[in-house]
């Protein structure tokens, strides 16, 4: 099982510089965030900034420009969503070089790590366990090399490698060691155009922003014959065509939900930047849409719960004719990239003399086992105890013994060989105990999920009571009934029941990992899935949300959504966390960005049909919109929120935003409407009242948005109210926004009709939350 090795020393320095002047290099495209440029394009050159650019030019022919004001709004707020993104950018640019695989390259005749940009035509490239392909190439050197290249062909059986077989980009090493010669790189290797479509910050397959999209495209399609009945309604109103314009523009832009867009591309970049802060990378940006969904964390035991590092416990001899001591410090020489195991044994025990090893049989998680051949000293395996002895072996019952008390235990066994049926012809020569350290972070964050009505499942490959024990240390509900995945149900639907029952499950293999992913999945949970090893990279590719290590392999670094640099498993509150604010915030903000959008649909279409002069000149509606909801929104996206997102957001939004954009819209329409039939005042006091009367009803839509209430948001709210009050009431204000509250009985009127409407509006949301609860709905 072993190739004979292939001494090559790799390219000299001359050599590289040759390659790199002649473009010979990996050059390929940075995977954390689009260009400054399309940042730029992407926030100035939008549909709706098309739109309120024309509506702009048009006020700035007829003017005064005290009704351009939304041109001005418009451009801070493209100008917020430029430095917000670029924020971002710069952060995920950051991070990705410090997550960055880094492959060993051999120069000169040393072993260097060098940046996958670095890397050069003809370059001889390590590999070892876990570590990913870079580029493609062709083997020179194979110690029982093994590649999963599942990600590129879909095959889940790792495929053995000799000398001279070609390897692809994007494959990963499953068990093994050896190196390959680059023969394409850059733009021609295999991998390098998933790896720009798949890696790139993105918001594709969002539910969110698909449904966002719905509803723009929709107001879209209605301005244009809204505009057309408001244009010509205005022109029969004798005013004149400046003033119907103006009406025209008043109405449409309301109808235009612009900084919708805008606060949500800022609240997943500063969501970006949050959890940038604190050592996590997220590779792609609709994981923080899938985070705030999550109701299934599924963990791998080492690495997550337990730390990386194991000790020696004990020894306990099971054969006392042979050389343990010896064998173990032989084992531990025949891997040059031990795994945490391994590593502990060679800690323990040197390497003695005299052991010459033949062939070698590198771990795999599938297997279970490693082993090595020795001239004259026969051959030796060390793996999983239940998977070496046939079950009911009399030696089980002492593992599951030292199991149960949270101990990994590995049996050393002497073999006919290292075939696949090892196992079966294995003679028991010791039991090496290790002690895995728990993360003292570990018990508060389970604490944390289970709280947060966050199911936890513990999915390993290590023996079903260890696990469990481990569990238990942590306090883990369900830990006392670990379950022997071997005897778990192949079906689907019997397999997620299972799952359903139990929190902890041992002796895991990888594609069984991946079968749990899917059966919970298949049960409508959204399941985010942590690991660090290549036995979790099947599953994390399949999970909604894939979360890896930093100090994982390669492999499952690059296939996960969210990387812990700093591999702490306590920063997962914070992600969840983050994910649910994000998500959460924007819902509430698009709530009153649409009632905007369906008020000022529906007092065009009240105005155009009623044949009268639009209630309002755009510098009113600039004003409402920003105490109302343009600067109330910007704080409440970035406000705290711990609610689990839930699916449906178009049918909820729509439910809330059509009620309170009618009533906002009749309430409105009335008291103009009574203005108007007063004679005792002009055209401007009754758009006065119009004014008084949809500030007012607005800012109570506000108020129900914005709860449940803390102490900001009621000064945020009396903050808005103080500023209507000063531009109504401070002489210079009010003639800026044309602004005449002079007639009492029409502002009685304003508030009277306002309040009416809040009474509705509350009445409404009584009768929605009854609905709800009695259909289940999501309310």
């Not at 994000?582 to 009632?595: H, P, T």
């Not at 009985?745 to 409404?764: H, P, R």
Request: glycine share 10%; with cysteine; charged share 20%.
């Amino acid at each position: 099982m072993i190739d004979a090795p292939v001494t090559i020393t790799g390219l000299t320095d001359a050599e590289v510089a040759e390659r790199v002047a002649a473009g010979r290099v990996n050059d390929v495209p940075g995977r954390s965030s689009r260009s400054a440029s399309a940042i730029v394009r992407g926030n100035v050159f939008t549909r709706f900034n098309a739109i309120i650019g024309t509506l702009f030019v048009v006020i700035l022919i007829v003017g005064p420009i005290q009704d351009g004001l939304f041109g001005l709004v418009i451009v801070a707020n493209t100008a917020i969503g430029i430095i917000q993104e670029l924020r971002a950018k710069r952060t995920l640019d950051t991070l990705a070089v410090i997550g960055e695989a880094k492959p060993r390259v051999r120069r000169g005749g040393h072993t260097v790590e060098v940046s996958a940009r670095e890397l050069v035509l003809d370059d001889v490239c390590a590999l070892g366990a876990g570590e990913q392909v870079m580029v493609d190439g062709v083997v020179v050197e194979a110690d029982a090399l093994e590649l999963d290249e599942s990600l590129l062909t879909g095959e889940t059986d790792p495929v053995h490698k000799r000398i001279g077989d070609p390897v692809m980009s994007g494959s990963f090493v499953a068990a093994g060691n050896g190196a390959y010669r680059a023969t394409k790189v850059g733009a021609d290797a295999y991998a390098a155009r998933l790896a720009e479509e798949a890696g790139r910050f993105t918001l594709v397959d969002s539910e969110l922003r698909q449904g966002l999209n719905r509803i723009l495209t929709y107001v879209t399609w209605l301005m244009i014959p809204v505009g057309i009945l408001l244009i010509i309604s205005q022109l029969r109103t004798d005013d004149g065509l400046p003033n119907a314009l103006r009406g025209m523009v008043a109405g449409l832009v309301t109808m235009v939900p612009e900084g919708l867009m805008l606060l949500t591309s800022v609240a997943f970049a500063v969501g970006v930047v949050r959890l940038g802060r604190k050592q996590c990378l997220v590779q792609e940006l609709p994981a923080i849409e899938g985070l705030a969904r999550v109701d299934v964390v599924c963990l791998d035991k080492t690495g997550t719960l337990t730390e990386g590092g194991m000790d020696v416990a004990e020894v306990r001899t099971l054969d006392d004719t042979l050389p343990i001591g010896q064998a173990l410090g032989a084992l531990g020489t025949s891997d040059p990239r031990p795994n945490a195991s391994l590593q502990a044994i060679v800690d323990a025990y040197p390497a003695p003399r005299g052991w010459s090893i033949t062939d070698v049989a590198a771990f795999s998680s599938a297997r279970k086992w490693s082993g090595a051949s020795f001239a004259e000293r026969g051959t030796w395996v060390l793996g999983a105890p239940d998977v070496l002895l046939p079950e009911g072996h009399p030696v089980l019952a002492e593992v599951d013994e030292l199991g149960a008390k949270g101990l990994r235990v590995l049996l050393l066994a002497t073999a006919d060989g290292l075939t696949d049926e090892a196992g079966a012809r294995a003679h028991p020569a010791a039991l090496v105990v290790l002690q895995q350290r728990l993360r003292p972070d570990a018990a508060e964050t389970l604490r944390y999920f289970a709280g947060q009505g966050v199911a936890t499942k513990v999915i390993s490959g290590d023996n079903a009571l260890a696990v469990g024990a481990v569990a238990a240390k942590l306090d883990l509900a369900g830990a006392n009934h670990a379950v022997d995945a071997r005897r778990l149900p192949e079906d689907r639907t019997e397999l997620g029941q299972a799952l359903e029952e139990n929190t902890v499950f041992g002796r895991v293999t990888p594609q069984q990992k991946r079968a749990m992913v899917a059966a919970l999945q298949a049960r409508e949970h959204t399941v985010a899935m942590t690991g660090d090893g290549v036995n979790d990279v099947l599953a994390l590719k399949d999970a909604d949300i894939g979360v890896a290590m930093g100090s994982g392999s390669g492999a499952s670094r690059a296939v996960a959504q969210i990387v812990l640099l700093d591999n702490r498993f306590a920063t997962l509150p914070s992600v969840v966390a983050e994910g649910r604010r994000v998500i959460g915030n924007i819902e509430r903000v698009a709530n009153l960005f649409l009632v905007k959008t369906v008020y000022a649909l529906l007092l065009s279409l009240l105005t155009g049909v009623a044949g009268v002069v639009f209630p309002f000149l755009p510098r009113h509606l600039t004003l409402i919109g920003s105490l109302t909801i343009g600067v109330p929104a910007f704080f409440l996206a970035l406000a705290p929120n711990a609610e689990r997102a839930r699916r449906g957001f178009v049918p909820r939004v729509l439910r809330f935003a059509i009620p309170g954009g009618v009533v906002a819209a009749g309430a409105t329409f009335l008291s103009y409407w009574l203005a108007h039939l007063n004679s005792g005042t002009d055209l401007k006091e009754d758009r006065t009242t119009a004014v008084i009367t949809l500030f007012l009803v607005a800012m109570w839509i506000l108020a129900i948005v914005a709860r449940p209430y803390a102490w900001w948001k009621i000064a945020l709210i009396a903050a808005m109210a103080a500023a209507f009050l000063f531009t109504l009431y401070v002489p210079f204000a009010a003639d800026f926004f044309a602004l005449y509250p002079q007639d009492q009985g029409n502002n009685g009127t304003a508030i009277g009709i306002a309040i009416v409407a809040a009474a509705l509006l509350e009445a409404g949301r009584h009768v929605s939350g009854w609905l709800s609860r009695r259909t289940g709905g999501d309310g």
